[in-house]
């Protein structure tokens, strides 16, 4: 069984997916831009984007319960 996770904190899916799925006891977060979710704008630096994409995915493992120290693998494009 699959449960859709998401949080306000981080900008809403664009298209048609969730932040995040729990399926067979792993999380698997979808990518993320790095908007910020209360102001909608995208720092301008690519430091100041990468960390706010990072924000992002530390909320929505929030909302699943978890943290950045359960991760075992990250892309970042």
Do not use: C, W
Request: charged share 15%; glycine share 10%.
């Amino acid at each position: 069984m699959k449960k859709i996770i998401n949080s306000p904190k981080a900008p809403g899916a664009i298209g048609p997916y969730s932040q995040a799925i729990e399926a067979g006891g792993m999380v698997f977060v979808s990518g993320q831009l790095p908007i910020n979710a209360q102001t909608g704008n995208i720092p301008e630096s690519i430091k100041d984007q990468t960390r706010q994409s990072l924000e992002n995915m530390k909320y929505i493992l929030d909302a699943a319960g978890l943290s950045l120290n359960h991760v075992v693998k990250t892309t970042v494009f």
